[in-house]
C-alpha cells in the first residue's frame, strides 16, 4: 500500500496514521494548516503556502516546526511513496502532545502531520462552465480568519448549511452586510464598471493564495482590481461573482439565494466574460508552473 501519510518521522498509509490523544491540535485546535495543490507531482505556489504557514506559526508562538528545507523535503518524499500525479498536500503543524491544560506546556515539540490525496482538477473545469451557487449566510466565525488554524468549525457549519440548500459555497457575511469570504474559498465582485472587487486583506478572511495569484495576473492584463470590502446589496445586483481556492482555482458564482447572478447582462445566470477570462490566466499560470495540462 502506497504512503499517503507523513506524521512526525515516518511515512505510512493513511489508514495507519494517527496522533495522540492529547494533540493540542485535537483537544484545542492549537494548529496550523495548509492545502498544496500537486499538479503532476509539482506544486502550486509552495513558496507562498510556506510562509502562511511560517506566518501562522509565529502569530500562535509555535516553536520548534521544521525548517523549509525539511518541510520541503519531506513533502517530496511523500508524494513521490504515494504513487500519485494530481492532488492535494494536507500539512498541519500542532504546538504538541502534552497534557490537557489551557496554558502553553513547557518543552514539547510540534506535531507534523502531512497527507497525500488525489484530487481530479478536471471537475473544476466543467464546473466552471457551469458556474456554481452560493448562499449568504452570517459570519461565525472567530475574530482571527486570517489565520489558516484547524478551528474550522464556523466554516465546517457554514458548509454543511449551504450545501443542505443546494449550494457549492457559503457567502459569508457581517452583522452590516459586508462580504468576507467563503467557507473555504475567497469571494470576489466584478463591478458594473468591470473592476474587481475582492475583501481587503484583514483578520476577517484568510490571506488566500489564489487570491494573490488572481489579482497579481489580472492586474498584469491590465484589468482593474479594488481591495474594498462590498455588501451583499452589491452582490445581488452585481454583473458577475465568483470565488477563488487552492482547490478551484477559480469558479464563476451563477447564483445567489437562487437567483440568478449578473441579471440584466447577456449571461445572466451562466459564467461572465470577466471570471472566464481569469479563470483562463490562471489555467495558463498552473500550466507554466507545474507543466499541468487538462
Ligand atoms: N481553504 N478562505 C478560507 C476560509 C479558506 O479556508 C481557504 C482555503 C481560502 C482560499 O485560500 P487558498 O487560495 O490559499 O486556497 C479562503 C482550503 C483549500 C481548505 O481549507 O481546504
Not at 512526525?8 to 495548509?34: C, I, K, M, S, W
Not at 498544496?36 to 502550486?44: K, S
Not at 511560517?54 to 508562538?61: D, E, I, M, Q, S
Not at 492532488?87 to 497525500?116: C, E, K, W
Request: aromatic share 8%; with cysteine.
Amino acid at each position: 500500500m502506497p504512503a499517503t501519510a507523513y506524521v512526525n518521522g515516518r511515512y505510512l498509509p493513511l489508514a495507519h496514521a494517527g496522533l495522540p490523544v492529547e494533540d493540542r491540535g485535537t483537544q484545542f485546535a492549537d494548529a496550523v494548516y495548509e492545502v498544496v495543490a500537486m499538479f503532476a507531482g509539482r506544486p502550486l505556489d509552495w513558496a507562498a503556502h510556506r510562509w502562511r504557514l511560517r506566518r501562522g506559526l509565529a502569530a500562535l508562538f509555535i516553536e520548534g516546526a521544521p525548517s523549509d528545507a525539511a518541510l520541503d523535503a519531506i513533502a517530496q518524499t511523500l508524494w513521490r511513496r504515494s504513487h500519485l500525479a494530481d492532488g492535494l498536500l494536507y500539512i498541519q503543524v500542532s504546538r504538541g502532545t502534552a497534557r490537557r491544560d489551557h496554558g502553553f506546556p513547557a518543552g514539547v515539540r510540534p506535531n507534523l502531520v502531512m497527507t497525500a490525496r488525489p484530487f481530479d482538477f478536471r471537475q473544476r473545469l466543467a464546473q466552471q462552465q457551469e458556474g456554481v451557487a452560493v448562499v449568504a449566510l452570517p459570519d461565525q466565525r472567530w475574530k482571527r480568519c486570517d489565520l489558516k488554524t484547524t478551528g474550522l468549525l464556523g466554516a465546517v457549519l457554514g458548509k454543511a448549511e449551504a450545501r443542505r440548500l443546494g449550494a457549492f459555497e457559503a457567502m459569508f457575511h457581517l452583522e452590516d452586510g459586508t462580504v468576507t469570504e467563503g467557507a473555504s474559498t475567497n469571494l470576489w465582485m466584478v463591478a458594473s464598471s468591470g473592476t474587481l472587487v475582492t475583501h481587503p486583506l484583514s483578520a476577517r478572511i484568510l490571506p488566500g493564495i489564489m487570491r494573490e495569484t488572481a489579482m497579481r495576473l489580472a492586474r498584469a492584463a491590465g484589468m482593474a482590481v479594488a481591495e474594498r470590502p462590498f455588501t451583499l446589496d452589491e452582490a445581488r445586483t452585481a454583473p458577475e461573482l465568483f470565488l477563488t481556492s487552492t482547490t478551484g482555482p477559480l469558479l464563476p458564482i451563477t447564483r445567489l439565494d437562487g437567483a440568478p447572478v449578473g441579471t440584466g447582462t447577456a449571461h445572466a445566470g451562466r459564467p461572465g466574460p470577466v471570471a472566464t477570462r481569469l479563470a483562463t490566466l490562471l489555467w495558463s499560470e498552473i500550466a507554466r508552473q507545474t507543466g499541468w495540462r487538462p
